[in-house]
């Protein structure tokens, strides 16, 4: 998933994961900087599967600062 920042600044960025499991796990590692990349994964209620999501907040150009 990509989200573009159009220059904008965030100084309290929220992410929530709500699965259709309520046993599920969600873990989410925000990105240390703005723009930058938030990983969310969602691990079964057993452990065995899980499924990983990134969202990378991205500059005006469509790009990680960085890269």
């Known amino acids: 998933y990509q989200v573009e920042m159009n220059g904008r600044i965030h100084k309290d960025l929220i992410i929530e994961g ?3 499991d309520i046993l599920a796990k969600v873990e989410i590692k ?3 900087n703005l723009p930058g ?3 969310i994964t969602v691990i ?4 065995k599967q899980q499924e990983t ?5 991205v500059n005006e150009e469509g790009t990680i ?3």
């Open 65 to 67: 600062v960085g890269q």
């Open 44 to 47: 079964s209620e057993d452990g």
């Open 37 to 39: 990349e938030a990983v």
């Open 53 to 57: 999501y990134t969202i990378n907040f």
């Open 30 to 32: 925000l990105p240390k």
């Open 18 to 20: 709500i699965t259709s």
